[in-house]
């Protein structure tokens, strides 16, 4: 009886999702959800304009530090994939102004699209309860792996490489 | 051998729940708390220094007052007084130098553990002898050593007790040298 109470238990606990957010895409195949953001520069942009290419969408702000470490390698990884199909893609979840994080991405170099986040982008993937996180997505539209808080550089490196892999079925 | 079996699954038991209860690594939540201040008294007329103190979630640090870079969220405690006790000025902590392990050469100005806020605290001379309470909020923006948590807010409320400034000392009347028959 007590051993069948303390299964329910321990059960029951690893059901309960945090804050009672949505999940997000979780396992590798999984189906990246599609949205729309605006760019620093107005235009509406939709995850599935990237379709065929291997995205890395990174969730950051101004005030992550560890975001701050990741992003010269992200400008060092688009250069050097960017031929191969890598499309970095940075969603700003930041209370700053546009122009502030405009005038923070110029000035760690950014050559990738960066989004204005929103909420509800977060909570379709998980909620977005810390930052950084990354999400390899394959040029499906698929999940590939999806990494949270700084990770190595090789380790980001492996993930890319892993996605840039795929190939795009023909619709 | 009956025993030995209930006791492994009683083993097995307590193991699944407690991995199944467990938090993905480093991936609580960060938290300050306050340590309750008792009813402190405060002079009026003068000023008063009331000190708060802070603790960071173990595993957490916050960056400090005085952050190492423009865009980072300072640590920062905002008061709202009673009308006529004012508040003088707030003192913060020197932060602590940290680095993250894939970037050693970049330092951040931090606080961890526990860390203590001095407020200045000056009723006017006016103002009637009694408790009050003053309340504000400390936000902080808390980080693990390889991921950022959004901005909080603390909500922070302590009680002073406000009295009379002692009596000044009287002085003795300037006394004649000579004797007064």
């Not at chain 1, 007590?2 to 804050?19: C, I």
């Not at chain 2, 005085?66 to 020197?94: F, H, Q, V, W």
Request: hydrophobic fraction near 40%; aromatic fraction near 8%; proline fraction near 9%.
């Amino acid at each position: 009886m007590v051993v069948s109470l303390m299964l329910v238990f321990g059960f029951n606990m690893a059901r309960k999702t945090k804050n009672n957010s949505v999940p997000g895409p979780q396992a590798k195949g999984d189906a990246a959800p599609d949205f729309t953001l605006q760019s620093l520069d107005g235009k509406n942009t939709r995850l599935s304009d990237f379709r065929g290419q291997a995205v890395l969408l990174n969730f950051w702000a101004t005030w992550c530090a560890p975001c701050k470490i990741e992003m010269p390698w992200f400008v060092e990884l688009q250069k050097q994939y960017g031929s191969q199909g890598l499309q970095i893609v940075g969603v700003a979840m930041d209370d700053a102004s546009p122009k502030d994080i405009a005038d923070f991405a110029k000035e760690m170099g950014v050559n990738y699209p960066v989004l204005l986040g929103k909420e509800s982008v977060g909570d379709a993937y998980g909620g977005v309860q810390f930052l950084p996180e990354n999400f390899y997505i394959d040029r499906n539209g698929k999940l590939v792996a999806r990494a949270f808080g700084l990770k190595s550089r090789s380790e980001i490196e492996d993930d890319i490489k892993a996605i840039i892999a795929s190939k795009a079925v023909p619709k | 051998m009956g025993s030995a079996l209930v006791k492994t699954i009683l083993g097995v038991s307590l193991l699944s729940v407690l991995l199944a209860a467990q938090e993905p690594p480093g991936k609580k939540s960060p938290s300050i708390t306050m340590t309750p201040l008792p009813l402190t008294p405060v002079t009026r007329g003068k000023a008063n220094t009331v000190e708060l103190q802070f603790h960071v979630s173990s595993g957490f640090h916050v960056n400090s007052n005085k952050p190492s870079a423009e865009y980072l969220i300072p640590t920062a405690l905002k008061l709202e007084p009673p009308t006529d006790i004012m508040i003088g000025g707030i003192t913060y902590p020197e932060g602590q130098e940290m680095s993250f392990a894939f970037a050693p050469n970049e330092k951040l100005s931090v606080y961890s553990g526990e860390f203590d806020v001095a407020v200045m605290v000056r009723p006017l001379a006016s103002v009637l002898p009694s408790d009050y309470e003053i309340h504000g909020q400390l936000r902080y923006q808390a980080c693990d050593n390889a991921a950022c948590y959004p901005p909080k807010q603390l909500p922070v409320r302590f009680q002073v007790k406000v009295v009379k400034a002692p009596p000044a000392p009287h002085k003795n009347p300037a006394q004649s040298p000579h004797i007064h028959n």
